[in-house]
């Protein structure tokens, strides 16, 4: 199992060393880069929104409910659905959520590539494949991705607050002010840092994935999952580490 | 002319070739033929380095493959077209954005450039005016011709036809065929050609080598398959009754 997964490790690398290798023009890749944004980027949009909103809006009223009858005031639901929301749930579940979406979609399209013998067609040309079929998506996801997770927190805070003042459990005033309470910038650049480095993770995982997949259709599709498996793994790994790291 | 030196490939226990050595002619149509799994596709992959073998030289004129860097073998792969079994064209590149593809990726050219070639290549395989399409929108025989239009339009050395007719009615073989030598001709390309059509064999076999259990049998050129009495060939040629009674006909 070690020697399997340092196998994998050092060919993971391999690639990514070759996919950063450059273009040749960075006209033809500009062409691509756009195309992922639009399909990582604008693609995403309706699937994040409505998964913030909701997360936004259940975290409101948990909390509503778990501080009811407590001396703590209720404005505090605003700070803890703002931090929550900002340091942890915007970016690790927008980026478990796009590692399903994104991600598999990636290691099939690849992977279809491979096996269809587009990327041994592009080789023969004289294509640096790595390159042009990886470099393009991890400029398009690190670019959008964040401002998904940005959107994505905009959202839920949004979300929280439709759950919660229209039906009762504190005023819009207290909400507003528990939002501001303990305001710290840094939180932001911790989902910032967050969002670019899983936004790598849910890129280049499914890509090996499907840049080195072998046989049929079976094979194809355990690809596919492998590539969500292990991105999910890996973000939550990251998360770990990242919360370690910047809160030291 | 492409030159192969003493060629073992393995798989593990499997050996798949075993000490092939030939050349391919400049300005021919030159054939690789033999039963599934004789090793033909192993032998064409080798040819331009999709598979390394376990030992021995690919020449390209006196240039081994094997001893250059990437940067070489990308600057060589230029001279070299492919057609693949599957025509291999990007699904969501129209037949246009399919032929550019390679200039866009290497050459300096203008747009207008760029454009007069790629309506000269789909000219060269009588496919004007489809453009737009996209590959699923075209048929099978018409995809295979949009590949060899996306194989030439490089103006390559070297040309890689990989089972070229699989899939295609006996008609639409024919002409791909036809297409192949002529463009092989007009251009002085070395064209090396996998196949198990028959008819390609006897219409185009410029040079034809059979492959048999991973070894070379056989080397010689269409006419000489009727005329030399190889019987290891003529079998595998004239497998079925009927081509054995068409045979003995001509013969007669």
């Known amino acids: 199992m070690i020697r399997n997964f340092i196998f994998h490790f050092g060919r993971y690398v391999l690639l990514l060393g070759q996919s950063l290798g450059g273009p040749r023009k960075a006209r033809t890749y500009f062409k691509e880069v756009v195309r992922h944004m639009y399909d990582i980027g604008i693609g995403s949009v309706i699937i994040v929104a409505l998964i913030s909103l909701f997360i936004g809006a259940v975290t409101a009223v948990q909390f509503a409910y778990q501080l009811g009858g407590t001396l703590i005031p209720r404005y505090y639901i605003g700070y803890i659905v703002r931090d929550m929301t900002i340091i942890e749930l915007a970016p690790t579940i927008t980026c478990l959520v796009l590692a399903g979406k994104v991600g598999s979609n990636i290691a099939s399209e690849i992977g279809g590539m491979r096996q269809k013998e587009h990327i041994d067609a592009m080789e023969i040309m004289g294509v640096n494949t790595a390159s042009y079929l990886i470099l393009p998506r991890i400029i398009a996801g690190m670019t959008m991705i964040p401002l998904l997770v940005f959107m994505a927190a905009t959202i839920s805070i949004l979300g929280a607050f439709l759950a919660s003042v229209p039906m009762g459990f504190f005023s819009g005033d207290e909400f507003v002010k528990g939002l501001g309470l303990f305001y710290d910038p840094y939180n932001v650049f911790m989902m910032f840092v967050k969002s670019v480095v899983f936004s790598f993770i849910l890129i280049t995982i499914p890509a090996y994935q499907g840049y080195f997949v072998k046989g049929g259709s079976i094979e194809l599709g355990n690809s596919s999952t492998a590539a969500v498996v292990y991105s999910n793994i890996f973000i939550l790994l990251a998360d770990y580490l990242i919360a370690v790291v910047l809160t030291a | ?252």
């Open chain 2, 1 to 252: 002319m492409i030159r192969v030196e003493n060629i073992d490939k393995s798989f593990g226990e499997l050996e798949v070739l075993r000490d092939i050595s030939v050349s391919f002619l400049r300005g021919k149509t030159n054939l690789i033929i033999g039963r599934s799994g004789a090793g033909k596709t192993v032998l064409l992959k080798i040819l331009i380095g999709l598979i390394h073998p376990t030992s021995g030289k690919v020449f390209y004129e006196d240039t081994n493959f094997y001893d250059l860097n990437k940067r070489q073998v990308r600057k060589l792969r230029m001279d070299v077209g492919m057609l693949f079994q599957s025509s291999a064209l990007f699904d969501s590149l129209t037949v246009d954005e399919n032929i550019r593809f390679p200039l866009d990726m290497f050459t300096k050219m203008t747009h207008k450039e760029k454009s007069i070639r790629v309506n000269y290549c789909l000219e060269r395989v009588n496919l004007e005016g489809i453009n737009n399409k996209y590959p699923s929108e075209v048929s099978g025989g018409m995809q295979k011709r949009v590949g060899i239009a996306r194989a030439i339009v490089m103006e390559p050395k070297y040309l890689f036809c990989d089972e070229p007719n699989s899939g295609l009615d006996p008609k639409t073989s024919i002409t791909i065929d036809k297409l192949i030598q002529e463009i092989t001709r007009e251009n002085n390309i070395t064209t090396i050609i996998n196949t198990h059509d028959m008819n390609s064999v006897m219409e185009i076999g410029e040079k034809i080598i059979l492959l048999e259990g991973g070894n070379l049998a056989w080397e010689g050129t269409s006419t000489e398959v009727l005329s030399e009495g190889n019987e290891l060939i003529q079998n595998f040629i004239f497998a079925s009754p009927f081509l054995q009674r068409l045979k003995n006909m001509a013969l007669k």
